[in-house]
């Protein structure tokens, strides 16, 4: 079991930035692939980055250049730093973990809560 927790959301205006943290207790952190995916009012969840164990990262398209996702091992925490954010950024994140690699695509298993990132014009 894997439990996860996010924070660092809030209200900004475009063109700012933020950083989220995720800390994660339970499973071996070090085994683990982690993820950020949002969800924007009235559409699907999308997949926004990831993080092998390993150190491999990913990024959805809309976000390639914005932002930049890490993690701590020691400490059990993934950040993502979002620069440059735009109003289509607005959105609840959430943090989630599989045991293993990862891939864009890729099932995950456990999530947290949520935390919600608004970005006014």
């Known amino acids: 079991q894997v439990q996860l927790v996010e924070s660092g959301g809030g209200l900004v205006q475009a063109g700012d930035s933020l950083r989220l943290s995720c800390a994660a207790s339970g499973r071996t952190f070090s085994s683990i692939s982690m993820g950020w995916f949002r969800q924007a009012p009235g559409k699907e969840r999308e997949f926004v980055s990831a993080i092998t164990w390993s150190d491999i990262s990913y990024y959805a398209d809309s976000v390639k250049g914005r932002f930049t996702i890490s993690r701590d091992n020691a400490k059990k925490m993934v950040y993502l730093q979002m620069n440059s954010l735009k109003p289509e950024d607005t959105a609840v994140y959430y943090c989630?973990?599989?045991?293993?690699?990862?891939?864009?695509?890729?099932?995950?298993?456990?999530w947290g809560q949520g935390t919600q990132v608004t970005v006014s014009s």
């Open positions: 989630a973990a599989r045991p293993g690699s990862t891939w864009p695509g890729a099932d995950y298993f456990y």
